[in-house]
């Protein structure tokens, strides 16, 4: 919710740094969902357990945004299509 309220504010470097810590929580999450041995999920933050594929396309297509927005362009594009592929 932050991250979406300082993008609304236009503060992308910020909304960006906001976006990429929640997107380090998701890449976790899935890391140890992958693994055999679930008994390493107890070492992850609760807040990691939330996450779907609907917020990881939200946290996502937000990191993209905030790429375009500070022209960063060819990283936006990447990104876009990344969560375009899990859309599909």
């Known amino acids: 919710m932050k991250s979406e309220s300082l993008l609304l504010q236009e503060q992308y470097d910020k909304s960006l740094a906001c976006y990429e810590e929640v997107s380090k929580l998701f ?13 390493q999920n107890i070492n992850m933050p609760a807040e990691a357990f939330a996450f779907g594929t609907d917020e990881y396309i939200k946290v996502n297509a937000g ?5 375009l927005k500070l022209g960063r362009t060819e990283e936006a594009i990447e990104k876009f299509e990344g969560v375009k592929k899990r859309i599909s």
Not at 27 to 39: G, I, L, M
Not at 63 to 67: D, G, S, Y
């Open 27 to 39: 890449n976790a999450r899935v890391k140890y969902a992958d693994q055999d041995d679930h008994d």
């Open 63 to 67: 990191i993209a945004e905030c790429l």
